[in-house]
């Protein structure tokens, strides 16, 4: 065989080789995540719609599913097919997770598969419709024969090009079932078609907070007094305005409780509006002007550009003030602050800030009576340290912490994850617990435009959300607000339903959430339960306290670093103290907390949960570097004015002449610190009350020596923290000292004696000693050759 002939056997034997591996290994390589980065897929299912979305008894009795499968792969796709699955009723509240993630045993097909392509290219897509009955004696259905929560799931199988049939991937979701309608093809007779109502002999007794918050958005390092207010960015005015995020939600609950749609008021007594503190403060500041920094952590020094939400802004907290009259309200901890990462700073001034002081933000903004007595943690767990926290805050009364439930101990045997306990629980005098479900909130976590993860969430239960369509995410939140309802066997029959703080949803998610809640109440399932009945009944527990929760593992990345809360220590300290120093401006009325509030809030800003985990830590270190170089600036505003020359006195005791600079729009109370060489002797001040601007003084002091020293002035706060810088001054003194005076008193006591003498001894007409030796008086010569002129007669 020629070299050629052997080269063309080897060519074509190593491109039989390639083209068998690419044949096998589509086959063997397991199906990932639709759209998770490095999957592999070849194609991607997607759930547009289901119909009905909530199945009641009055509904369709078809449900309809519509989809799109989508070719994201490197080869084009033949026989693309899909089919409907199901599975059997959610009996715990795991299931509500679990279900939409990992194995697929539990579901069964409801009919064959459907081919919905003969080839996708890659980037092209199908559409498909899948309709069945909810039951049916005679064709494909779901077959569901009682109310309750069932999982659903479109599987799409495929051939993608040198491979061979497979599963390439699937889309799951919740179908919520209030009562199952009569089979549409049974005559209208047969009684065994008949409807099946929902149980309500066990209404659950159900509390809706309803989230209004946002992340920190004022200016770091900015405080108070400063006009106009500075933001960070104004992402707010977008939030704000027609269509926003938080005009969103605000007229989602202004329709839902009115008059008209809510004319008992049921779902009004059942739900309560939890809103930040720091996003009032930050809206209220809006209406009367703003600015925005070109860099948002920039602080005081950065270039700013006009703030386009002043009317938006204005009208908003106009609604939400009318709103507040009807509709229970309470605040959150003050901008969502982590209370573990608050109680590892150890500052009880910023703890009541952030858990205390809220309500009296609140009342104070919207002109109402908040509701007291409840933390709203939110996005937090409850731990150990935040018991604590909470309990050296509440040292009269007690608060009830609205938190998600931790996870129940599972059996190392079992597969299975255990139900969640969320029995109320008291973990000492001042703190009990009001736990609402984790699989719950997780669910309505995922809902919207911005589906996320909860930190509180326990592994078990975290599923991928991103790669669900909005469709899907808000079946499975309608599905987890309804479960408990429809399952008379869980317990306890109370439910606390909270979304993330910073939900973000489309107007349709929105009132699908409300209208389901109230669905819920009209149906019997539910009965409204107020926020004030959850904290006079959780109150009411026994005195006896139970161990308090462990820490969660969580994602480590949400832990705020030592480095973080070490720095937000020290300064927070360091404001403290300037705080304590300052008094009231008699022109502006501006107070020194009022100062510096911005800037402790700043710190409660930095801690926040309303920020990505991944981010926190970073985000967290820029703001409080900015805090603290605004407050060096602070402590560097007052000082000691540097004269740049010398000071002469005439006289031991003539005063030192200074002059102070206060740059601070309040007056402070400062002490002086002179450092005096031996010698002299500065007289105490005492506490100076210095105002804004300049203050001359005049500093008595005792000096004994006559030289050139260098003097040492510089400022301190009433309670001694430094302020500006030291200044030396340079001193030289005319002054006698205690020798001098003496021999001064001696000299003139001499001179005295001595001129006594010799009046005396002329009183006598004798001659003095002092005079005996002093040459006679030699004539003057004018005075001669006047006596001998010759006019003379």
């Known amino acids: ?38 999957s592999g897929s070849f194609v991607q299912i997607r759930i547009d719609d289901v119909t009905p979305d909530v199945v009641s008894t009055t509904s369709d009795p078809v449900v309809t599913v519509v989809g799109t499968v ?64 909810v039951q049916s004696a005679d064709l494909p259905s779901l077959n569901i024969e009682e109310p309750g929560v069932y999982p659903a799931l479109v599987n799409v199988n495929g051939t993608p090009d040198y491979g061979e049939p497979a ?35 066990r209404p659950v007794r159900m509390t809706v907070l309803w989230p209004l918050a946002d992340k920190p958005r004022l200016a770091a390092g900015v405080p108070g007094g400063t006009t106009p207010v500075r933001l960070a960015d104004d992402d707010l005015a977008t939030s704000l305005a027609s269509g926003g995020r938080l005009e969103t939600l605000l007229g989602a609950a202004e329709f839902a409780t009115s008059d008209p749609v809510d004319p008992g008021g049921q779902l009004r007594s059942s739900l309560c509006l939890a809103v930040d503190p720091d996003l009032l403060v930050t809206v209220n500041a809006m209406t009367v002007g703003y600015v925005v920094n070109e860099n948002p952590f920039g602080g005081i020094g950065s270039p700013t550009r006009p703030g386009t939400g002043q009317a938006a802004a204005a009208e908003w907290l106009d609604r939400l003030k009318a709103l507040a009259q009807r509709v229970c309200i309470a605040p959150t901890v003050y901008a969502q602050a982590d209370l573990g990462a608050l109680r590892r700073v150890g500052d009880a001034g910023l703890t009541a800030t952030a858990v205390t002081e809220p309500n009296d933000i609140v009342d104070q903004i919207l002109g109402v009576t908040s509701v007291r007595g409840a933390t709203l943690l939110g996005d937090g767990a409850l731990t150990g340290s935040v018991v604590g926290l909470l309990s050296d805050a509440t040292p009269v009364g007690q608060t009830v912490a609205v938190s998600a439930a931790a996870p129940s101990p599972q059996d190392a045997a079992s597969d299975v994850v255990p139900p969640v306990d969320v029995t109320p629980r ?42 669900d369509s909005e469709v899907a995410r808000r079946q499975d939140a309608l599905a987890a607000l309804l479960w408990r309802g429809l399952r008379p066997d869980a317990e306890p029959r109370t439910q606390i ?66 480095g973080v809360i070490g720095a937000i220590g020290g300064t927070t300290g360091r404001l403290w103290g300037l705080t304590a120093a300052l008094t009231v401006d008699e022109r502006t009325g501006l107070t020194g907390p009022q100062y510096t509030a911005p800037l402790r809030e700043d710190m409660l800003r930095a801690l926040s949960e309303s920020v990505p985990q991944n981010a926190r830590n970073g985000l967290a270190e820029q703001r409080v570097r900015t805090v603290t170089d605004t407050v060096d600036d602070l402590f560097g ?64 002091i005792e000096v004994h020596f006559t030289q050139r020293v260098a003097v040492d002035v510089s400022l301190r706060t009433a309670d001694g923290l430094p302020l500006g810088e030291s200044v030396r001054l340079s001193v030289h003194s005319n002054a006698y000292g205690k020798v001098l005076f003496f021999i001064t008193l001696s000299a003139g006591a001499v001179l005295f004696l001595l001129a006594g003498r010799r009046l005396w001894h002329r009183f006598r007409g004798q001659p003095d000693r002092a005079d005996l030796d002093r040459p006679s008086r030699r004539p003057d010569p004018v005075d001669t050759a006047l006596a001998h002129s010759p006019d003379d007669p």
């Not at 939900?503 to 209208?515: E, G, H, K, R």
């Not at 409204?528 to 990345?557: D, S």
């Not at 601070?664 to 002086?672: A, D, E, G, S, Y």
């Open 637 to 700: 505003a007052v000082t000691v004015v540097n004269p740049g020359g010398s000071y002469t006195l005439a006289t031991e005791r003539s005063p030192l002449p200074l002059a102070l600079r206060n740059d601070l729009p309040v007056p402070i109370r400062v002490r002086l610190d002179i450092d005096a060489p031996p010698g002299m002797t500065v007289d105490d001040m005492g506490v100076i009350e210095l105002p804004p601007g300049f203050l001359p003084l005049r500093v008595p």
């Open 1 to 38: 065989m020629t070299r050629q002939g052997a080269a063309s056997v080897l060519a074509r034997l190593l491109a039989a080789v390639a083209l068998v591996t690419l044949v096998v290994l589509p086959a063997v390589v397991p199906r990932a995540a639709a759209g998770e980065p490095g």
């Open 497 to 562: 339903v909270m979304p993330p703080l910073t939900w973000n949803l489309s107007a349709v998610d929105a009132q699908a959430m409300l209208t389901t809640a109230a669905t819920a109440i009209r149906s019997g399932l539910a009965v409204p339960r107020p926020l004030t009945a959850v904290i006079a009944e959780t109150a009411a527990l026994p005195p006896a306290a139970a161990p308090p929760p462990e820490e969660p593992a969580g994602n480590p990345n949400a832990r705020f670093s030592d």
């Open 70 to 133: 989508t070719n994201v792969g490197d080869r084009p796709v033949r026989d693309v097919m899909v089919r409907l699955e199901h599975a059997a009723a959610v009996t715990a509240s795991p299931g509500l997770r679990t279900n939409l993630a990992g194995s697929v045993e539990q579901y069964e097909a409801v009919s064959d598969f459907i081919t919905v392509a003969p080839e996708l290219q890659q980037g092209q897509r199908a559409s498909f419709t899948l309709s069945y009955p």
């Open 167 to 201: 599963r390439l991937d699937d889309a799951r979701f919740l179908l919520p079932v209030l009562g199952v309608p009569r089979d549409p093809a049974a005559p209208a007779g047969d009684s065994l078609s008949a409807v099946t109502p929902p149980d309500t002999s």
């Open 426 to 467: 008291r973990y000492s005098p001042q703190v009990v617990a009001a736990p609402f479900d984790p699989a719950l909130g997780a669910a309505l976590a995922g809902a919207g435009a911005e589906p996320r993860t909860p930190s509180y969430l326990d592994s078990e239960l975290a599923v991928p959300v991103r790669q």
